[in-house]
């Protein structure tokens, strides 16, 4: 409900805003998502810590379940400058953001990738 409310707020105060100031309109959009972020942060850090308690608990190699997480992070991170550069009327950097955050998910990936590959090349009676 915080979230929700100041979210509002913000965006009513932008409204006004952008017809006088576009450029302090922006800028509240900016510091109110980055507020946002920041009041999430102590809530992703107990999902954080609760995936690895499960991981450790269900005996999962936590390189993988670590590995897992930094592609999540990328592509919230990505998304979140993309939707900040759209904001500020450049769709096609945002896209290139959006792409280099897909290519760094693949090269994150790469390991993950391997074992299964691995794994199903050992399935395979031959």
């Not at 006004?16 to 576009?22: G, H, R, S, V």
């Not at 953001?97 to 691995?118: D, F, H, S, Y």
Request: charged content about 10%; glycine content about 6%; hydrophobic content about 60%.
């Amino acid at each position: 409900m915080q979230i929700t409310g100041v979210a509002l707020v913000a965006t009513f105060l932008a409204l006004i805003l952008k017809e006088q100031k576009p450029n302090f309109a922006f800028l509240l959009i900016v510091f109110t998502g980055c507020a946002i972020f920041l009041f999430l942060v102590d809530q992703i850090y107990l999902i954080i810590n609760m995936i690895e308690q499960l991981a450790t608990n269900a005996k999962v190699n936590l390189i993988y379940v670590e590995t897992i997480l930094k592609i999540i992070g990328i592509a919230y991170i990505a998304e979140f400058a993309a939707q900040i550069t759209k904001d500020a009327g450049q769709g096609s950097i945002a896209s290139k953001i959006e792409l280099g955050g897909k290519i760094l998910i693949l090269a994150t990936a790469i390991p993950i990738l391997t074992v299964m590959i691995e794994t199903i090349i050992q399935l395979i009676p031959g």
